[in-house]
């Protein structure tokens, strides 16, 4: 029991913590959207203006990711007996989709911008651009830490890291531009954004798609784990076994365990329970058999 109430304490405080992260990153992004927005519309910079809107759709994400994070520790209730926890993962898939419609978008102003170029004020790109990469890197930085157990919050990192990188980005096309006047370099810049931003959604996209349909999630490994709970003493085979992802956060697995001696069952399922603990797996359910009752998988309904 006192396991129990350190991970719950403990998850409390990650979730406390977290929110206090998202609030101040979403705050400040906002308005860094409505800075770079207003100088890009006066600068005629489509670069600032593609950019804005990325960072407007990260607004979003990082919204919906603090969203998603609260809901995965809902409670359970009759009707939805793992609570709204699963929603974490649509949200997820929803993020992924909202930023391939904004590189969509980002390409087709880009291709636009090739036939019917105008004047860019390379300066003022470059000053706004160099104040986002501040904003985005410091959002990364306080979304590091928390981003290894939560695909939305990776996501969000993966955002971030990446805008700290695009906006680096306009400022050398800034500098390019005031340097040449070569006002092409802009909508070539925003084709890079674009790319950018592809690489670091696909993954994402991805996984989002794979644990939308209890797919196992991509930090476990299926035959490891049935090598684990084979190893332990008194087992003599493990079949039936399903993992498949809760929410973003939690994973469940339900296996039948084949034992030698049924007066080592407990003793047994609760040494299996705090290995795949271990392994990231917090929530399983063990259906204990002898060898006299096993059923192989062919012969079982």
């Keep these: 029991m006192g396991n129990i109430h350190s991970e719950h304490h403990h998850h409390s405080h990650t979730i406390t913590s977290l929110n206090g992260i ?16 207003g100088i890009g519309f006066l600068s005629n910079s489509l670069g600032l203006l593609s950019d804005a809107g990325h960072n407007l759709s990260d607004v979003f994400a990082l919204m ?30 929803l993020n992924a989709i909202i930023l ?34 501040i904003v985005n890197g410091f959002t990364a930085w306080l979304l590091m830490r928390q981003q290894k157990h939560d695909i939305n919050t990776r996501g969000a990192f993966l955002h971030m890291a990446a805008d700290t ?29 674009a790319s950018v931003i592809l690489v670091s959604t696909w993954k994402l996209l991805a996984e989002s798609l794979r644990m939308s349909i209890d797919a196992v999630p991509e930090s476990i490994d299926p035959d490891k784990i049935k090598e684990m709970m084979s190893s332990e003493p008194g087992v003599t085979d493990v079949h039936h076994l399903h993992i498949w992802p809760i929410s973003t956060t939690e994973i469940a697995l339900t296996a039948h ?42 012969e079982c309904c």
């Design 64 to 93: 919906l990711a603090m969203i998603a994070f609260r809901l995965s520790g809902s409670h359970s209730t009759k009707k939805f007996t793992y609570g709204f926890r699963k929603s974490s993962v649509l949200i997820s898939l």
């Design 22 to 37: 998202y609030i101040l990153a979403i705050v400040l992004n906002t308005l860094y959207v409505a800075i770079e927005a």
């Design 257 to 298: 365990v084949i034992i030698d001696d049924l007066s080592q069952m407990e003793e047994i399922k609760e040494n299996l329970k705090h290995r795949l603990v271990d392994n990231g797996i917090r929530h399983s359910t063990l259906e204990m058999e002898t060898g006299i009752s096993h059923c192989h998988e062919h």
């Design 165 to 193: 990188l695009v906006s680096a980005g306009v400022v050398v096309s800034g500098i390019i531009i005031s340097l040449t006047g070569i006002s092409v370099i802009d909508p070539i810049v925003s084709l890079i954004i």
């Design 100 to 133: 391939l419609v904004a590189t969509g978008a980002i390409v087709i102003e880009s291709i636009h911008k090739f036939t019917d170029p105008a004047p860019v004020n390379g300066a003022a790109v470059s000053w706004t651009a160099g104040i986002g990469i």
